[in-house]
């Protein structure tokens, strides 16, 4: 097994990383997320990596960090989840945010990824939304929350604030955030937001 590659990056091109280690360039299939982090060709980089052994084809996969790794391998335990969906969704998902997506439940974050339908998306929920959460049960879920937010959108961070101040949980409101158009203001998802906890009551 090869844990990780750790060496000059030779390459970097839609999917793949290329490193080169001992005068050999390993090919790493790679989502955006951590192509975005790893800098130009040229520069010294580490990726943590999981050995893909099939009938017919041997890939390599790697990783800038060990949660998108852990993500990677459990989405690809999910029955009909190949490494090319789960590369999609870590492409479109920072770690921290997939966990949040799958946690609360929400599958149809998911469906916005390429080639990822409504009944992968919902059994990638199922199956993983109990591991998630069991993982994380000593963790700080608005620790989680927030990481994932400053990552991905102020926007949602600044209509949490706003949404605790009037009362409601964090817990309360992320998951019916996470259901909204992204490209809203953060008066928009406030209002939004309000809309939806009102309709549950």
């Known amino acids: 097994m090869i844990y990780s590659v750790h060496g000059k990056l ?58 998108e790794l852990h993500c990677f391998e459990m989405l690809t335990s999910v029955s009909g989840v190949g490494p090319k969906a789960a590369l999609a969704i870590l492409s479109d998902l920072s770690a ?45 879920w608005n620790a989680l929350s927030e990481s994932a937010v400053c990552r991905d959108d102020s926007a949602i961070g600044d209509a949490i604030s706003a949404l605790m101040v009037l009362g409601y949980s964090q817990e309360e409101v992320m998951p019916l955030l996470l259901q909204l158009d992204k490209t809203l203001s953060s008066e928009e998802l406030i209002k939004e937001t309000l809309k939806l906890i009102g309709s549950r009551r």
């Open 96 to 140: 921290d945010r997939f966990a949040l997506v799958v946690a609360s439940g929400d599958s149809k974050t998911l469906t916005k990824s390429k080639g990822i339908g409504a009944k992968t998306a919902q059994r990638i929920v199922l199956e993983l939304k109990d591991k998630i959460a069991k993982e994380n049960k000593d963790s700080d």
């Open 10 to 67: 030779i390459a970097k091109t839609g999917d793949l990383a290329v490193v080169e280690c001992a005068g050999v360039g390993y090919a790493c299939r790679t989502t955006q997320v951590t192509l975005s982090e790893l800098g130009s060709v040229g520069d010294d980089v580490m990726l943590y990596t999981h050995l893909s052994v099939r009938e017919d084809a041997v890939e390599l996969f790697g990783f800038a960090d060990m949660q």
